[in-house]
């Protein structure tokens, strides 16, 4: 029985109905809206491109909760919107050599589950704090590498909204020790320099968009729907919208000369600067799970939360713009999950 079913169980099938969900959420510190996640008329007038007839999208199964919490994901440079099967599977890729790098993954704890109502109504299945996990999603990504050697990637490290660039596979055990351990905090090392150079994202927010032909032709086929509706409606509202990493001109943050705390001091003011950049980055990335979902859409915010939607189509692309990207406020009805989303006394998850 999975821990999505069974969390079910304990909560009982109303608390996670569709009418229960809006409810649950508000009361657990999420910033939600209630407005419809579909912005046009059914059927559409707006020329909103459409999915084939057979792509078939599961409506019954549960959305909320179908989702493997994690403590980061990074997405590896690759140029590509299609991989292996599965990509830690590929000969000398810095996937393979990541997988490899980690230390086994311990046995999970025996789950021990409070039955009284106070406990139950805290536990949302999907949604998690970064600290929950120390499991690492690796995923496979369409941007190419800001280096000048193709060998060297630039590998995107989230929620800590962070690139490394210069990584080759050899790398992988030193990458995993000063940026990757599930034990570091959200910027990796801070006390001692690093063979590589990362940067702050200079993006107010980052889209993944799972294009994962090889698991499933659904994602192969919304990915690209998806990502021509979200710069359609980017920039429709003044944003620009990329497809591709920017060189950037500062120094490395392995340059930043103060004490640690002043080099958190440092990257919390960048990234508190980022909405205001209003540029988005968007990404086609390998399998994120879920393709029954699709189109399967996750976003990154620099407040370091996460929010993954399913069932997703271009209809529904203007009130995630509208609402999440620029409001800050999480679409119930599209939830499958989210990493820190959970903001007490916050009005968005812009708020820190």
Same mark, same amino acid.
């Given at each position: 029985?999975?821990?999505?079913?069974?969390?079910?169980?304990?909560?009982?099938?109303?608390?996670?109905?569709?009418?229960?969900?809006? &409810? =649950?959420?508000?009361?657990?510190?999420?910033? +939600?809206?209630?407005?419809?996640?579909?912005?046009? @008329?059914?059927?559409? !007038? *707006?020329?909103?491109?459409?999915?084939?007839?057979?792509?078939?999208?599961?409506?019954?199964?549960?959305?909320?909760?179908?989702?493997?919490?994690?403590?980061?994901?990074?997405?590896?440079?690759?140029?590509?919107?299609?991989?292996?099967?599965?990509?830690?599977?590929?000969?000398?890729?810095?996937?393979?050599?990541?997988?490899?790098?980690?230390?086994?993954?311990?046995?999970?704890?025996?789950?021990?589950?409070?039955?009284?109502?106070?406990?139950?109504?805290?536990?949302?299945?999907?949604?998690? &704090? =970064?600290?929950?996990?120390?499991?690492?999603? +690796?995923?496979?990504?369409?941007?190419?590498?800001? @280096?000048?050697?193709? !060998? *060297?990637?630039?590998?995107?490290?989230?929620?800590?909204?962070?690139?490394?660039?210069?990584?080759?596979?050899?790398?992988?055990?030193?990458?995993?020790?000063?940026?990757?351990?599930?034990?570091?905090?959200?910027?990796?090392?801070?006390?001692?320099?690093?063979?590589?150079?990362?940067?702050?994202?200079?993006?107010?927010?980052?889209?993944?968009?799972?294009?994962?032909?090889?698991?499933?032709?659904?994602?192969?086929?919304?990915?690209?729907?998806?990502?021509?509706?979200?710069?359609?409606?980017?920039?429709?509202?003044?944003?620009?919208?990329?497809?591709?990493?920017?060189?950037?001109?500062?120094?490395?943050?392995?340059?930043?000369?103060?004490?640690?705390?002043?080099?958190?001091?440092?990257?919390?003011?960048?990234?508190?600067?980022?909405?205001?950049?209003?540029?988005?980055?968007?990404?086609?990335?390998?399998?994120?799970?879920?393709?029954?979902?699709?189109?399967?859409?996750?976003?990154?915010?620099?407040?370091?939360?996460?929010?993954?939607?399913?069932?997703?189509?271009?209809?529904?692309?203007?009130?995630?713009?509208?609402?999440?990207?620029?409001?800050?406020?999480?679409?119930?009805?599209?939830?499958?999950?989210?990493?820190?989303?959970?903001?007490?006394?916050?009005?968005?998850?812009?708020?820190?």
């Amino acid at each position: 029985m999975s821990l999505r079913r069974l969390r079910a169980l304990v909560l009982g099938e109303s608390e996670l109905e569709p009418h229960n969900i809006h &409810t =649950s959420l508000s009361a657990s510190g999420i910033p +939600i809206t209630t407005v419809d996640c579909r912005s046009c @008329s059914n059927p559409c !007038e *707006e020329g909103h491109s459409e999915y084939p007839r057979r792509f078939t999208i599961d409506y019954d199964s549960t959305l909320l909760g179908s989702m493997k919490p994690f403590r980061r994901q990074i997405v590896i440079s690759t140029g590509k919107s299609d991989w292996d099967f599965n990509i830690t599977d590929t000969p000398d890729s810095l996937a393979a050599s990541i997988a490899l790098s980690q230390p086994p993954t311990p046995a999970p704890e025996p789950i021990s589950i409070e039955l009284d109502e106070k406990a139950a109504g805290q536990c949302i299945p999907g949604v998690f &704090t =970064s600290s929950d996990s120390t499991r690492l999603s +690796i995923l496979n990504g369409s941007h190419k590498t800001l @280096s000048v050697e193709e !060998e *060297e990637h630039t590998v995107l490290v989230l929620p800590d909204y962070t690139m490394v660039v210069g990584v080759r596979p050899a790398d992988a055990p030193e990458l995993w020790r000063t940026v990757l351990d599930a034990s570091l905090p959200r910027h990796g090392m801070t006390t001692e320099r690093s063979a590589f150079s990362s940067y702050v994202l200079p993006f107010a927010c980052v889209i993944l968009l799972c294009s994962h032909k090889r698991r499933d032709n659904r994602c192969a086929i919304s990915a690209p729907k998806l990502e021509n509706a979200f710069i359609r409606s980017l920039e429709g509202k003044g944003w620009t919208a990329h497809t591709q990493l920017e060189h950037i001109v500062d120094p490395p943050l392995e340059k930043f000369s103060g004490s640690a705390e002043a080099k958190e001091r440092h990257i919390a003011d960048e990234l508190r600067a980022l909405p205001a950049t209003r540029k988005a980055l968007i990404l086609r990335n390998s399998h994120i799970g879920g393709h029954k979902f699709s189109g399967n859409c996750v976003l990154y915010l620099p407040s370091g939360s996460c929010i993954w939607y399913g069932r997703v189509s271009t209809h529904e692309v203007e009130s995630i713009v509208e609402n999440t990207i620029l409001g800050g406020l999480v679409l119930p009805t599209l939830l499958r999950g989210g990493m820190n989303i959970s903001r007490p006394g916050c009005p968005t998850l812009h708020d820190w």
